[in-house]
Structure formats: C-alpha cells, structure tokens
C-alpha cells in the first residue's frame, strides 16, 4: 500500500511529489505527457501585476516559500533551477512613471518595486519615460526541472509515462486502487486535463491558451526582461523569446499563425532591430473563473484531492499551494477559504 497516487506531474505534481520525498511518504506518479505545459511557461516569478501594479494575490507568503523550496529541489536533483533575472516594466507615459512611485511606498509593494528609474536598457529599445525595476524576481528552469526529477523518479520505479484512466480506478472505503497498485490517497493534478476527470470536471476551469515565440537579434543585447505591451526575455546570448497571448476560446494546445502574428506585433512595437524568429510554442494554462487556485478534497469520497488552478502563476503558486494540500492532509491545517474547492461546492 503505497500512501499516495499523483496524477499529473507539472509544477503541481512535481511540487506536491517533493513534499513527500521531504516527509518520508510513498507514492507513485501517472503523467501521460513528458513536456506539460509547465515546460513550454516562461516559468517567470515575479510578485507584482505590472499592468495596474498591484501585487499577486498573497504575494509575500507565496515569495516567502518559493525560493528555499525550489533550492531544496535543485539540492536534491543536483541540477540548476532557480536563475536570478531582473524584471523591468517600461513606462509609457509621465503618468505611469509618476504612479510608479506613488504605488511603491505602499504596504507590500515597497518591498518589490524600486524606486530607482532607469533610462536605458538596450539600444533597440526606446525608453523615453524610463523603466522601473521589480525586485526579487527570477526564472525556474522547468525545462530541467522535470525531465530531471522524472528521471530520478522512473529510477526508484515510482513513475509511469501513461495517460490515467479514470474509470479504471478502484474506490475503496479507505483507499484507492489503479491497476494492482492500492494507495491511501490520490492526488490530482492535471492542469487544463481536469476538464476529462469525472471526480472534479463540475469545477469552473476555464483554460487560458498562450503562445510565445523564441527569436534570435543581434543587436538586441538586453540582460533582463522588459515587460511592456508583451514581454521580452533573454535566453543567453543572441537568443530571446517574447510573449504572450491570452485566448480563452481556443482549447486545441498548438501553436497558430493568428499567435505569431500577435507576437510578432508585439516584437515590432518594442524593438527596431532585425529579428529572426526560430521557434514558437502553446500551452493551456489552468485558469479558474475566480482566478483562484482549485485546492481541497472531493465531497463525497475522502481519498480523492485536487491540487489546480496555477493559472498564470505556476512557479509562485506551486509551493505555497502544494504546501497548503500536504499539511490539510497530514496535519489537519484549513486551506485558505479563496482557494478551497469547497467555494464551488456550497460548502463553508
Ligand atoms: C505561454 C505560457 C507562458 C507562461 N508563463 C509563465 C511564467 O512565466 N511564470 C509562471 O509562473 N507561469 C507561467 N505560465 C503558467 C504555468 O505554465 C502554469 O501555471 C503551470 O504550468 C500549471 O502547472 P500544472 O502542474 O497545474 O499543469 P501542467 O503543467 O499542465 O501539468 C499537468 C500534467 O498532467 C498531465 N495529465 C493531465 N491529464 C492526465 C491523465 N489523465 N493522465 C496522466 N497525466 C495527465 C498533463 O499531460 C500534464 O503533463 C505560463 C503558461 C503559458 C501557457
């Protein structure tokens, strides 16, 4: 009898599979498909709303986590994950710089937003207002993170690449058993794939498709990300990408030429210099109508939990979301009200 089943292994699942390594628990993981969407995210993490300025909905407690539970990763799979990368937001007006400073001696805020304008930083890029910088922000490689903890976990004969049939699963009194293998609990974490399982589809998953194009320019030499109408992030060396789309419609996960198009706007309005696109990817994020995450148990049968809902914010809202589930379940500690499946489900 193992203790846990995970389905799924994006920032969600690898999130909560590390928290039982760390607890000493067993388990064994489904994912049917080895690049989630988590692989194709930016995977940027950055406290603050740079379109109104507003910071993230629990934002210093989710910052709070984020790093030393990733460092615990990367120590584990002895693999980098965790790059510093400085965030700037251009300024389009005299307005915008002047609310800049107004928002940044707020509560939280102050400790994100620097005060300091900068004038330049590519010449490539007009800045006429200026730029403000966003403190503490960086980037999880998770193009890394999960092929290598995948790997790690096929070893010791705990993962199974294969899609998880949902009518092959067993529910017991106290248990569940898939496929001769019984555990104490399952935990779902399918992102967007919630929609397909029958326990926890009632839920109001909405899905947000986005796109980004990778793009190599010469002459662009910027070391940060520049977020303005779209962002630009760099790669390493001549390489770049910028993004991305929001499309609540489209539910089919490939990338499309109405995207590049929209990209390739964005690219033109931000930089003047020669361009060359290389590469372009899609993905479905999970996003809720509530743009909360989906945390909690299944009404009727207590085995049953889902860990969702990451939206927009994967890297930020894994560990503080994972955490939540793993001491609810082991240490009897309430989930957030905002974040409680039980919103949906006339519960309190
Ligand atoms: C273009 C784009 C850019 C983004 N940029 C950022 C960013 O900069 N920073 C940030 O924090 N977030 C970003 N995000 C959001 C982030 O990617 C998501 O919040 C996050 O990846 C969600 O993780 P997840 O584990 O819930 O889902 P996923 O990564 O989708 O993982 C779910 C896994 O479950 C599997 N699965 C589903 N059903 C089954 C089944 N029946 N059997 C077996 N396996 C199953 C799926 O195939 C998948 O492998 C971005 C998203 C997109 C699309």
Same mark, same amino acid.
């Given at each position: 009898?193992?203790?846990?089943?995970?389905?799924?292994?994006?920032?969600?699942?690898? !999130?909560?599979? @590390?928290?039982?390594? *760390?607890?000493?628990?067993?388990?064994?993981?489904?994912?049917?498909?080895?690049?989630?969407?988590?692989?194709?995210?930016?995977?940027?993490?950055?406290?603050?709303?740079?379109? $109104?300025?507003?910071?993230?909905?629990?934002?210093? =407690?989710?910052? +709070?986590?984020?790093?030393?539970?990733?460092?615990?990763?990367?120590?584990?799979?002895?693999?980098?994950?965790? +790059?510093?990368?400085?965030?700037?937001?251009?300024?389009?007006?005299?307005?915008?710089?002047?609310?800049?400073?107004?928002? !940044? %001696?707020?509560?939280?805020?102050?400790?994100? /937003?620097?005060?300091?304008?900068?004038?330049?930083?590519?010449?490539?890029?007009?800045?006429?207002?200026?730029?403000?910088?966003?403190?503490?922000?960086?980037?999880?490689?998770?193009?890394?993170?999960?092929?290598?903890?995948? &790997?790690?976990?096929?070893?010791?004969? &705990?993962?199974?690449?294969?899609?998880?049939?949902?009518?092959?699963?067993?529910?017991?009194?106290?248990?569940?058993?898939?496929?001769?293998?019984?555990?104490?609990?399952?935990?779902?974490?399918?992102? #967007?794939?919630?929609?397909?399982?029958?326990?926890?589809?009632?839920?109001?998953?909405?899905?947000?498709?986005?796109?980004?194009?990778?793009?190599?320019?010469?002459?662009?030499? /910027? =070391?940060?990300?520049?977020?303005?109408?779209?962002?630009?992030?760099?790669?390493?060396?001549? +390489?770049?990408?910028?993004?991305?789309?929001?499309?609540? %419609? %489209?539910?089919?996960? !490939?990338?499309?030429?109405?995207?590049?198009?929209?990209?390739?706007?964005?690219?033109?309005?931000?930089?003047?210099?020669?361009? +060359?696109?290389?590469?372009?990817?899609?993905?479905? $994020?999970?996003?809720?109508?509530?743009? $909360?995450?989906?945390?909690?148990?299944?009404?009727? #049968?207590?085995?049953?939990?889902? /860990?969702?809902?990451?939206?927009? @914010?994967?890297?930020? /809202?894994?560990?503080?979301?994972?955490?939540?589930?793993?001491?609810?379940?082991? &240490?009897?500690?309430?989930?957030? *009200?905002?974040?409680?499946?039980?919103?949906?489900?006339?519960?309190?």
């Amino acid at each position: 009898m193992k203790d846990y089943l995970i389905v799924g292994f994006g920032f969600a699942g690898s !999130s909560f599979a @590390h928290l039982l390594e *760390k607890n000493q628990k067993s388990f064994v993981v489904f994912n049917d498909n080895p690049a989630p969407v988590t692989t194709v995210a930016g995977a940027m993490f950055n406290p603050i709303i740079l379109k $109104r300025f507003t910071a993230v909905w629990k934002a210093q =407690e989710q910052m +709070h986590l984020l790093v030393p539970f990733f460092s615990e990763i990367e120590k584990k799979l002895a693999t980098p994950l965790l +790059h510093k990368v400085r965030v700037f937001r251009k300024f389009t007006s005299v307005e915008e710089k002047n609310n800049w400073f107004v928002v !940044s %001696d707020k509560p939280i805020l102050s400790e994100y /937003l620097s005060t300091e304008i900068i004038n330049e930083l590519s010449p490539c890029i007009s800045t006429p207002f200026g730029l403000g910088e966003v403190l503490h922000t960086g980037m999880i490689n998770t193009r890394n993170l999960i092929p290598t903890y995948q &790997k790690k976990l096929e070893k010791e004969g &705990k993962f199974f690449e294969e899609k998880f049939d949902y009518n092959t699963l067993e529910i017991k009194e106290d248990s569940i058993c898939y496929k001769g293998i019984s555990a104490k609990k399952i935990i779902f974490c399918e992102g #967007y794939g919630m929609v397909n399982n029958p326990f926890f589809n009632t839920l109001p998953m909405v899905g947000s498709k986005g796109e980004l194009l990778s793009f190599e320019a010469d002459n662009l030499h /910027l =070391e940060g990300v520049i977020k303005s109408d779209g962002f630009i992030a760099p790669l390493g060396g001549n +390489h770049f990408k910028i993004g991305t789309t929001y499309d609540n %419609d %489209d539910k089919d996960p !490939s990338p499309t030429s109405l995207g590049r198009e929209i990209l390739i706007e964005k690219l033109e309005r931000l930089i003047s210099c020669p361009y +060359h696109i290389t590469d372009q990817v899609a993905g479905i $994020r999970p996003t809720i109508r509530d743009r $909360r995450p989906l945390v909690g148990v299944h009404p009727i #049968y207590k085995q049953l939990f889902i /860990l969702n809902g990451l939206g927009t @914010h994967g890297a930020l /809202l894994a560990p503080f979301t994972a955490t939540s589930l793993f001491n609810f379940i082991e &240490k009897g500690e309430a989930i957030d *009200k905002e974040m409680n499946i039980n919103r949906f489900l006339g519960k309190k």
